[in-house]
């Protein structure tokens, strides 16, 4: 393995070395490396490209990386990736793509990650992506994440991306049981003329469940980014979407939140704030001895972490 | 040494500071009083850069500083702990005590300046300065910060302000371990006749200019017409005791 592509493991997914646990390595369209274990199976798909990650029920303590890579342009790779979790599994699961181009053609990966977490399940979900490369290229990267929560089964989800994606558009989808609960903290920085686009569809169905999200991001130069999200309450359940956004030059945001109570015991509140950086901030941190940049990069540093 | 020449300061047509001339030695606790609006906190502001003077000049270590940005008076040693502290979304505690350490500062140390203003490090160093801390609770970081900072000259503005009864005599300690650790000026904003009584000098502001300047044994009578010199020994003992903050 080559350092372009160690690097790009390690923004994606954090992996110097082999991974422990399972996983599966995917690099220009095609599976490179992959591991199972006696609760965890990863099988290819065969009616599309793909694979299934199946989880033993009662499954804990154990890992899944299933990160992508991409290091020629030309190419638009299309994936399914398929999440069986079992009764009361718990387990943390790393995706991400990174993609490096250094050429003119554009680079793209689409991933759908659909998810079926059974009674009681529980899984932290880490998805980064990134982008990198000197060619005039552009990368881009479209991410589906469909989540299916059986009764009592809960998952955190965090997403982030880091730098360097041209253009994105980020969807999640997910349908709540009884008793269920969904976390998900959301990172974005654009840059350039970058676009970034984030859709959270959420169906509280069953009785008692709840959804947080946190969007946070920052918008830097001429980029544009777009923030929407429906929250429906359709039973007796819990919904707090938060989406907060620095801009900074031209770079511009919209925000488009809705939140749906179709119950009178649904509890649904959303909160969005759009701003530049706060003057007092930037000043307090000069006061310390930091220049007006290094007091910008802290105080974006910090709100992206 | 600070020594301010002849600063003017006024905004929408309303003279704010007029001809101040003030001078704060060095190593000495110097606290300024003054009724709401009378221009306390702007001065501070002056001094630190935040807000540039019309007139006037500003001498720092004999060097006029009048024209320097506010990061190059704190990296000359000037520190500034705000009226009202400001919150970041994402910045915690420890960041920002090791940014005004300048990022050199040893784990224990953070604790020991959190400890000293009455805050359990385990508990406050990996949290967030946003919203959800309490008045009190900001206060009480911002001025952990500066005395982390080591600054030859430290501002206070209002640093009792929001701090319980309970804990105000070790506040009083804080500063008092600072000006002896430092060996710099302090200056306290205050309308407390507790900090009063731990000033080695009183400035009193009115209306934009310094009334009344001088040691604390001439100018507090003329405030509250009596002097009660026996509260900073009180307070110089319990601090030489080692009192904490939760005693
Ligand atoms: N930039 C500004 N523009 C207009 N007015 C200002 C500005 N800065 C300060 N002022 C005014 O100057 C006066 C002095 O304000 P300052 O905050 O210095 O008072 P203070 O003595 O610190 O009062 P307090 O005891 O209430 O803190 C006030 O009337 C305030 O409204
Ligand atoms: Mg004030």
Request: charge should be negative.
């Given at each position: 393995m080559n350092n372009i592509e160690k690097n790009l493991l390690k923004q994606v997914a954090d992996i110097e070395k082999t991974p422990m646990g399972a996983y599966n390595i995917r690099e220009n369209g095609k599976g490179v490396a992959r591991n199972t274990t006696a609760n965890i199976d990863i099988v290819t798909k065969k009616d599309k490209p793909g694979i299934d990650i199946i989880i033993k029920p009662n499954t804990k303590n154990e890992s899944v990386h299933i990160p992508v890579?991409?290091?020629?342009?030309?190419?638009?790779?299309?994936?399914?990736?398929?999440?069986?979790?079992?009764?009361?599994?718990?387990?943390?699961?790393?995706?991400?793509?990174?993609?490096?181009?250094?050429?003119?053609?554009?680079?793209?990966?689409d991933g759908i990650h659909t998810f079926h977490l059974e009674k009681g399940a529980k899984i932290k979900y880490i998805e980064k992506h990134y982008g990198e490369g000197e060619g005039t290229g552009e990368r881009i990267l479209n991410p589906q994440t469909i989540i299916n929560l059986g009764e009592n089964a809960s998952m955190e989800m965090e997403s982030v991306q880091i730098k360097?994606?041209?253009?994105?558009?980020?969807?999640?989808?997910?349908?709540?049981?009884?008793?269920?609960?969904?976390?998900?903290?959301?990172?974005?920085?654009?840059?350039?003329?970058?676009?970034?686009?984030?859709?959270?569809?959420?169906?509280?169905?069953?009785?008692?469940?709840?959804?947080?999200?946190?969007?946070?991001?920052?918008?830097?130069d001429d980029s544009v980014q777009e923030f929407i999200s429906n929250v429906k309450g359709n039973t007796k359940c819990f919904g707090h979407v938060e989406c907060d956004a620095i801009i900074m030059e031209n770079g511009r945001v919209i925000s488009d939140p809705k939140i749906e109570a179709n119950n009178v015991d649904a509890s649904l509140i959303h909160e969005a704030a759009i701003g530049k950086i706060a003057g007092e901030q930037l000043i307090k941190l000069m006061t310390l001895g930091l220049t007006e940049k290094e007091a910008e990069e802290q105080i974006i540093n910090g709100f992206l972490k | 040494m600070l020594e301010l020449q002849d600063i003017c300061f006024s905004r929408d047509n309303k003279d704010i500071l007029k001809n101040v001339n003030l001078k704060i030695d060095n190593e000495k606790m110097v606290v300024i009083t003054g009724p709401n609006g009378s221009g306390k906190s702007t001065l501070a502001k002056i001094i630190m850069g935040i807000e540039t003077p019309d007139s006037g000049k500003i001498i720092f270590d004999g060097k006029d500083i009048t024209e320097l940005?506010?990061?190059?008076?704190?990296?000359?040693?000037?520190?500034?702990?705000?009226?009202?502290?400001?919150?970041?979304?994402?910045?915690?505690?420890?960041?920002?005590?090791?940014?005004?350490?300048?990022?050199?500062?040893?784990?224990?140390?953070?604790?020991?300046?959190?400890?000293?203003?009455?805050?359990?490090?385990?508990?406050?160093?990996?949290?967030?300065?946003n919203s959800e801390l309490s008045g009190g609770e900001l206060k009480r970081i911002e001025i952990a910060m500066l005395a982390a900072k080591k600054s030859k000259l430290t501002i206070f503005d209002e640093p009792e302000a929001g701090i319980d009864l309970w804990s105000f005599n070790n506040l009083i300690s804080v500063f008092e371990k600072m000006h002896d650790d430092i060996k710099g000026s302090i200056v306290i904003i205050s309308h407390q006749e507790r900090i009063l009584n731990i000033a080695d000098e009183i400035v009193l502001i009115t209306n934009g200019t310094v009334g009344k300047h001088g040691p604390r044994e001439e100018v507090l009578p003329q405030i509250f017409g009596k002097i009660k010199p026996c509260h900073k020994l009180e307070n110089k003992e319990r601090c030489n005791k080692g009192g904490t903050v939760n005693e």
């Open positions: 890579i991409l290091t020629e342009g030309g190419l638009n790779d299309l994936v399914y990736n398929d999440f069986y979790i079992g009764e009361n599994a718990d387990v943390v699961i790393v995706a991400g793509c990174g993609i490096h181009n250094s050429t003119c053609d554009t680079a793209q990966h360097g994606v041209t253009s994105t558009i980020r969807e999640t989808y997910a349908n709540m049981q009884k008793g269920s609960s969904l976390v998900i903290s959301e990172r974005i920085m654009t840059t350039g003329k970058q676009t970034a686009k984030t859709i959270f569809d959420v169906n509280l169905d069953g009785e008692d469940s709840s959804v947080h999200v946190a969007s946070r991001s920052v918008a830097e | 940005s506010i990061t190059e008076r704190a990296k000359e040693g000037i520190g500034f702990a705000f009226q009202q502290p400001v919150r970041f979304k994402g910045l915690t505690v420890k960041d920002l005590i090791e940014i005004s350490a300048g990022n050199s500062l040893k784990l224990c140390d953070a604790c020991d300046v959190l400890a000293d203003v009455g805050l359990c490090a385990q508990e406050y160093l990996n949290r967030e300065v």
